[in-house]
Every structure is written in structure tokens, then in C-alpha cells.
């Protein structure tokens, strides 16, 4: 299983699993999924150092959902 790991494998794999979902399934996704998906990219952004894409990630979080108060403090 690989929670948990920050290994740059393992981090590249979750982004590029996360992101297949936005792009092959976004026009089906819950809000809730949704949301769960760009706070993982958020989470493996910011793991990975690229405080950018965090950012990015997280600010469509709080678009998603405006009382995700975590998102603004991550």
C-alpha cells in the first residue's frame, strides 16, 4: 500500500492518478470526489515542494467549496 509515502515514484503516481480523474471524469464528478481529488494534488503538491501548484490546487478547493477553511491555512 502506498499511504503514506513520499517517495517521488509514489508521489508521481498519486498526481497522475488524480489527474486522469479530472480529465477523463470531471463532468461526472461529485463535488465531494472532487474536492478529495485536488486536496490529495494540493497534499502531493506541497510534499513535493511545488508550493505553485499547491496554491493552485488548493484555490480550486475553496472555489469547489468556500467553507473548506482548511484549504486557506495549508
Known amino acids: 500500500m502506498a499511504a503514506a509515502r513520499t ?12 489527474q486522469q480523474l479530472l480529465d477523463r471524469y470531471g463532468d461526472f464528478l461529485e463535488t465531494g470526489t472532487e474536492l ?3 486536496n490529495t494534488l494540493a497534499s502531493v503538491a506541497q510534499a513535493s515542494g511545488d508550493d505553485v501548484t ?12 468556500p467553507g473548506q477553511g482548511s484549504a486557506s491555512y495549508s
Not at 517517495?7 to 488524480?18: E, F, I, T
Not at 499547491?54 to 469547489?64: F, M, N, R, T, Y
Open 7 to 18: 517517495d517521488p515514484v509514489s508521489l508521481d503516481n498519486a498526481r497522475r492518478a488524480g
Open 36 to 38: 478529495l481529488i485536488h
Open 54 to 65: 499547491a496554491e493552485s490546487e488548493l484555490d480550486k478547493v475553496l472555489a469547489l467549496d
